[in-house]
């Protein structure tokens, strides 16, 4: 027999190894590659959060500077819109996105992108005018005193509110839900009619007891009984106040049972908050003097607190005061210093309050001054909470606005159609409603120991994003301003929901783009 070299198998071997070797060099030369795309990936992730927070200090600086001036952070392009923060190229000073208030230029003046990074704060346009048919994206913030407080508002405030939303909804069991709602949030283990207590949340998997309390969010009534994303968020399941085109186009794609109407119906949460108080002070931070205290406490109070121009602009007004303290007058009989203007009231409404006011002297020119320096809350509550759930009027939608007792359909048209023009002194206080004769002086009146001009709260969603790069953060907080310092009550990352928001697309985030919408 023969036998084969040995060598000859040297080149078959030698074959088979190099193959492994390029295999595995091949498979580490992917893997590194990936662990790179990955790590830049997550740094660019990183990048837009950190540009998202950027927006959040800005906002906070902004507060800090103008904390009540809704005429500076409501809708402000110029200070929100694709504001820079670092580039490789250009300042704040020279960039060019900033002259223009468009990143077209960019493709104008720049063959390739040049390294940027910026942010947007981004709000819907829900609590604009009434008659607006517009959609468009608002660049600033909103208030939560524009919202229905859930924790202070009355069943009856709340029935009035969510009945048509869940109407729109078209959802058949809307007393149902509302009596789950009013259910977990009552102190109590009574089941109302078609509503639910712990002996029916605990039959669930997993079991759960009723809240019978304050909720600590909005979501949480995701919690209750019948309540779902859809009744939450309606159509609008990227949060952005905009008709998209898979929210109107019925079973094609999610959400399927949008009902392909031409309507964006956003359900019940932008117009509910748990997050709104404030303290009982006046736009200067010092305390209100309440009118309850003795005549000696009032006047020292007055002299401490106003300024030589107020005390010079209101003299009439705070004279007929001191003299109502001297003579014994109770000012806990009134439900606001409002009701000490009485010009205007008929012989019939001014017949309805105290007697000692029938002959105030108290003037529309006075009124701002003393709405903002005066309360007229019992002392026991003064000591052991501030105002919960009172309604920013500057900013509050219709349907939120319709809830406040006393408050007329006629007066909620005239406020909408008035807040356009309002000057930022004007919006200071609610004063602005007699001094516009957007109603008369009986529902100012009812209607003014629940409004408020005032904001602490403050629901913020920032886009963070680079010029460079396709990445996008998406971030929003809930932040209250105690004095100049920002507490974060709630925050989220909505990047998962996407971009959302086209803030390139001049037509929509301009002049708008007419459709119809069920929010106003």
């Known amino acids: 027999m023969s036998r084969m070299p040995a060598r000859a198998f040297i080149l078959p071997v030698v074959l088979v190894v190099i193959g492994l070797l390029a295999l595995t060099m091949a498979g580490f030369i992917f893997f590194i590659r990936a662990e790179v795309a990955g790590s830049l990936a997550a740094g660019a992730a990183q990048q837009a959060r950190l540009a998202a927070e950027s927006g959040l200090e800005e906002v906070v600086t902004t507060l800090r500077l103008h904390p009540h001036d809704a005429t500076v952070w409501f809708d402000a392009p110029s200070r929100f819109k694709h504001k820079l923060i670092w580039s490789s190229g250009y300042n704040r000073q020279s960039d060019p996105v900033a002259r223009t208030g468009t990143r077209e230029v960019l493709q104008e003046e720049y063959s390739q992108p040049i390294p940027a990074w910026r942010f947007s704060v981004v709000g819907d346009s829900y609590q604009e005018a009434i008659s607006s048919d517009q959609q468009r994206i608002r660049f600033g913030i909103t208030p939560e005193a524009g919202k229905l407080n859930l924790n202070a508002a009355t069943d009856e405030q709340i029935t009035a509110l969510l009945t048509p939303l869940l109407q729109d909804l078209e959802m058949e069991n809307a007393p149902a839900l509302i009596a789950a709602l009013l259910d977990w949030r009552d102190t109590d283990d009574e089941t109302r009619e078609n509503g639910a207590e712990s002996d029916y949340y605990n039959t669930l998997e997993p079991p759960y007891n009723a809240k019978n309390g304050p909720l600590d969010s909005v979501e949480e009534l995701l919690l209750v009984k019948g309540f779902s994303a859809a009744v939450l968020y309606g159509e609008d399941v990227n949060r952005n106040g905009i008709l998209d085109a898979n929210e109107d186009d019925g079973e094609e794609s999610f959400p399927e049972y949008d009902n392909r109407d031409g309507v964006l119906n956003r359900g019940i949460a932008p117009f509910l908050t748990v997050w709104t108080r404030e303290p009982d002070t006046a736009l200067d931070n010092r305390p209100r003097i309440n009118l309850n205290l003795d005549a000696a406490a009032v006047t020292a109070a007055i002299q401490t607190y106003f300024t030589e121009d107020e005390l010079a602009a209101c003299q009439g007004a705070i004279n007929y005061i001191t003299g109502l303290k001297n003579r014994g007058f109770d000012f806990s009989q009134l439900g606001s210093p409002a009701e000490l203007y009485r010009a205007g009231l008929t012989e019939e409404e001014g017949g309805g309050g105290p007697t000692e006011l029938q002959d105030s002297p108290v003037t529309l020119d006075e009124l701002p001054i003393i709405l903002d320096r005066f309360s007229t809350r019992p002392l026991q509550q003064t000591q052991t909470q501030g105002l919960v759930g009172l309604i920013n009027v500057d900013t509050a939608p219709a349907r939120v606005l319709g809830v406040v007792p006393g408050m007329t359909p006629e007066a909620v048209e005239a406020i909408l159609a008035v807040r356009p023009e ?64 920002a507490q974060v009550r709630y925050s989220r990352d909505l990047s998962p929901l996407g971009l959302a928001w086209p803030v390139d697309d001049r037509e929509l985030a301009g002049e708008g783009v007419t459709v119809q919408s069920r929010t106003r």
């Open 422 to 485: 309002l000057t930022a002194q004007e919006a200071r206080t609610p004063a602005w409603l007699l001094t516009r004769e957007v109603m008369d002086v009986a529902t100012f009146h009812a209607v003014a120991p629940y409004l408020t001009t005032k904001a602490y709260q403050f629901h913020v969603e920032v886009l963070g994003y680079a010029d460079h790069l396709k990445v996008v953060g998406r971030w929003e907080w809930i932040i209250e301003m105690i004095g100049p310092l």
